[in-house]
């Protein structure tokens, strides 16, 4: 039935079911097609054909138009030049139309489509041409652009009308149907995919939830919670003897540049040591040799041979004075000893059953949950993909123009 027949219909037929692989069996069966006399098009591509042929006349005579009023030269050159753009391009055009002289209504309207779009493109090439031009062969361009808004009014009635046919209809049904037995196709492959992925996956989310449960288990027993002790009290150890490198190395970056300056005639080695690794410098001189001359420095800044003023050369004087062989020497005694109880406390931990057991239960752990992210990641993108995939749009349109056809209501089974 044609477009607007199915307004007339005093009451809807009943709907209809149909699978998706049975809608081009129901078209041929049930949908009488009811088109536009071909008369139709004969007239259009007859009166397309005179309207380009006088086209064709007018272009020349404006390409031969000769400017009788009188204007500068420079002004004419200009206005020349543009004419001669404007005809050539036209030109071209008109040649490039070919009318059909086959009269079907499927390459009509694609003749329509493509002339359509090429006269927008050339009237958005031409703009400038054509209102410079206009200046002085108004008359001329007149004739043209009438001829031209003439075949696009013939063109558009005639797009107008072949949209309204049943044939029109049908192929733009055809191409939405297998558009989306295509997407069915491709929706069937994505599930089966991510379905295999699934199950793939299965075993690693057990053997998490497995490992999870053994190290829930491991840490609940006594063992454990001594073991976790001793870890804790191995963590409280090493951040002790993490201060007292802090300790120090903050008291030597504030003398860093005085004792480099201290020592550039001087060039002692143990100096430019402390000066760059004062902690582990500090361990290795056993004799304090450090104390004499940090004492040799002082006698330097309060001398004034260092040149050192006000608030600056007191913060050295006050640095320097905690600086003390009683100070450096508790510094190293108290690292030592806190070392030997975390060498100790480190050697009980990595000799017990739990340091292997929680190693190995942690990198279980790890390489389950690497195969698990692989997996989702994986999973995550092919559900992106068929989210993408707009097949209840692809019905909705079809169930539309099935209607448009029939009258009918129908819903379309995918399955």
């Known amino acids: 039935m044609g477009f607007f027949d199915m307004f007339t219909r005093k009451k809807q037929e009943a709907a209809v079911t149909l699978k998706l692989e049975d809608i081009e069996g129901y078209i041929i069966s049930n949908i009488n097609l009811k088109t536009a006399s071909s008369k139709k098009i004969e007239q259009s591509y007859e009166k397309l054909s005179k309207e380009l042929e006088s086209a064709r006349s007018n272009l020349n005579h404006l390409a ?3 400017i009788k009023d009188k204007v500068p030269d420079k002004a004419r050159v200009r206005v020349l030049g543009n004419r001669d753009a404007y005809v050539k391009a036209l030109q071209l055009f008109l040649q490039s139309i070919q009318v059909p002289d086959v009269i079907d209504q499927e390459i009509a309207l694609n003749f329509c489509n493509d002339l359509n779009s090429n006269l927008n493109k050339l009237g958005e090439s031409t703009k400038k041409n054509f209102y410079i031009s206009e200046q002085l062969f108004g008359i001329e361009l007149d004739k043209v652009n009438q001829n031209l808004r003439v075949i696009n009014s013939t063109v558009n009635l005639l797009k107008e009308e072949l949209e309204k046919e049943d044939i029109i209809i049908i192929k733009n049904l055809r191409q939405r149907v297998s558009t989306l037995r295509e997407k069915k196709s491709k929706f069937s492959d994505l599930n089966t995919r991510i379905t295999d992925l699934e199950k793939k996956l299965a075993p690693f989310v057990n053997a998490r939830s497995q490992v999870e449960e053994d190290i829930k288990d491991m840490k609940s027993s006594k063992e454990y919670e001594i073991y976790e002790k001793l870890s804790k009290d191995k963590a409280a150890v090493e951040r002790k003897m993490k201060g007292l490198q802090q300790d120090v190395l ?8 005085i004792i480099k300056k201290y020592n550039k005639n001087k060039k002692v080695k143990l100096l430019d040591s402390y000066a760059e690794a004062p902690f582990e410098t500090l361990l290795q001189d056993i004799n304090l040799e450090i104390t ?8 330097d800044i309060n001398s004034d041979e260092l040149q050192l003023k006000g608030k600056t050369k007191e913060k050295m004087l006050k ?9 450096l020497t508790n510094v190293s005694s ?3 000893d806190l070392k030997t109880q975390f060498m100790g406390m480190k050697s009980r931990m990595f000799s017990s059953r739990l340091a292997e057991e929680e190693m190995r239960l942690s990198s279980r752990l790890d390489s389950t949950n690497s195969n698990i992210k692989l997996y989702e990641s994986d999973i995550q993108q092919l559900k992106k993909i068929k989210d993408k995939m707009d097949i209840v749009e692809d019905k909705r349109v079809i169930i539309n123009l099935l209607t448009k056809l029939t009258n009918k209501e129908f819903t379309i089974i995918l399955e």
């Open 334 to 336: 108290q690292y030592a």
């Open 250 to 257: 903050e008291i030597f970056s504030q003398l860093s540049k």
């Open 292 to 299: 004499q001359h940090l004492k040799d420095v002082e006698q």
């Open 319 to 327: 640095t320097l004075s905690i600086l003390t062989p009683q100070y």
């Open 64 to 66: 031969t138009a000769d």
